[in-house]
Every structure is written in C-alpha cells, then in structure tokens.
C-alpha cells in the first residue's frame, strides 16, 4: 500500500487503546524501522471517541530505559509500569530482559468497562490476549489489533469472527 494511502480505523463509541510497548518496539525487525511514540500518539490524538492511551513498558535503571519512560509521560499517555526482571538464558552467563503486563491490560480493559467503553484498540500481536479478545466480542464490544506482519500469534489469526486486525504500517504510513 503506498503511503499517502493511510487506512483509517472507523471507530464506535467510546475507545480505549493499550500499546504494549515491548511487543511493538520488537515489530522493528520486521518494518525495518522503529513505530515512533510520538507519531503513533498523535496519529491516535485525530480520533476523538478515542479516550485513553496506555501504554505498557517495564522500568530498570538504564539510563535509556529511564529517558524512553520520561518521554512517554511528556507524550501524554497513560504509562503502566512495574520492575524489570532478568532471567538467565539457560546454560548461560546472558540474562534476557523480561516484563509482561498481560494481567495490566486485563486489569485496564475490566476498568475500561465498567466505564462503559464500547471499542478497545490493542497494539500487540501477542496471542496471549485471544482470550480477552474472545471475551470483549462476546460483550458486543470492537475489537480493533493492531500487528505488523509476521508479529500477530496463531491464537488470534484463529478468531474469525468480530475482531478487525490490521497492519501498523497502513495506518502510520511507515
């Protein structure tokens, strides 16, 4: 698709979106360039049934670490955060960064309706959240996840119907 044809998400109702920030950051590989925060926030900041933006990422004391999470709070999202930990790849001196935050989006997304929200935007491919997926359709509620190729899990591919998926770079243009 070329890139002055950007894909706009139809929207119904009040929406929240939730950036798991790891899993988007490691989309890089594959777009071949990194989805930039800023851009990705204002492109989301031209919807206005749009009402939250969280965004996911764990903290640790590197000094990049530190200045990416500063840089999200002056952006405008809703940062959630917690403690990095490290676990040793087997049979190795490397320890491999690790910070899931599935049960925060859970936890974000149970928040989200008892406050009435009728679409949730998730930007992360991970097939982990099928099941919250599966649960929000079953409420009638838009499920909108956002991917980019060959970063959305089998779990979710396998959700035929009342879900919409599409590809980061049709709507950002990257």
Known sequence: MPKSKKQILKLNG???VFVDWANVYNWKKSLKTEVDPKKLFNFLKQ???IKTKNLYFGKD????????LKKIENI???LYTKDVKYIRVEKTDIFQRKCDFDIEVCMSVYDCLDKNFDSFVFLSGDG???PLYEY???KSKQV???YTRGHLGKEVL?????IYRTEINKLLGI
Do not use: E
Request: proline share 3%; glycine share 6%.
């Open 128 to 130: 982990d959240f099928a």
């Open 76 to 78: 405008g999202y809703t």
């Open 158 to 162: 396998s959700i035929k119907r009342g």
């Open 144 to 146: 909108i996840v956002i």
């Open 14 to 16: 009040k929406t929240a």
């Open 61 to 68: 004391k590197h000094p990049k670490s530190i200045r990416f």
């Open 136 to 138: 929000l359709i079953s």
């Open 47 to 49: 919807y206005k049934n």
